[in-house]
């Protein structure tokens, strides 16, 4: 098992990267239908913005805090904090990605981008 990785096979959910709504929808009810899809893919959204986070830290998200408390953490709405140097980084290919990541884990599902968006994002920059 990999150091600090949480999985749990009842809920599905790998905390690290899971959106703050999937953890509200397993707190309201097991029994509660399947979210539409327009909400999955932006709760796949959100967890892009976390891989993104880690691609542009170098390091695992949430690596300071104890596995078992992420949740909470990311419920109350906290994200990953930039490094110094990433927040002051004049790398064009930083900033770009700190700009999408950002708009990924925006807190209202319907406020983030979506992937037909970051995919355009991606053809139109230019290193």
């Given amino acids: 098992m990999v150091k ?3 999985h ?3 809920i599905g959910l790998t905390p690290r990267y899971s959106s703050p709504e999937a953890f509200n929808m397993i707190k309201s009810s097991m029994n509660e239908p399947q979210p539409a899809h327009n909400l999955m893919k932006k709760m796949d959204v959100y967890s892009y913005g976390i891989i993104l986070y880690e691609l542009i830290e170098k390091r695992l998200a949430w690596s300071n805090i104890d596995p078992k408390h992420i949740q909470d953490v990311i419920i109350s709405g906290q994200r990953p904090l930039l490094s110094e140097s990433t927040l002051n980084t004049k790398e064009p290919h930083i900033i770009f990605l700190m700009q999408i990541m950002t708009s990924c ?3 209202s599902p319907n406020e983030r981008c979506n992937f037909a ?3 355009l ?3 139109d920059f230019r290193m």
């Fill in 4 to 6: 600090g990785f949480v």
């Fill in 8 to 10: 749990s096979k009842a």
């Fill in 105 to 107: 884990w925006k807190a």
């Fill in 117 to 119: 968006d970051i995919s």
């Fill in 121 to 123: 994002s991606f053809e």
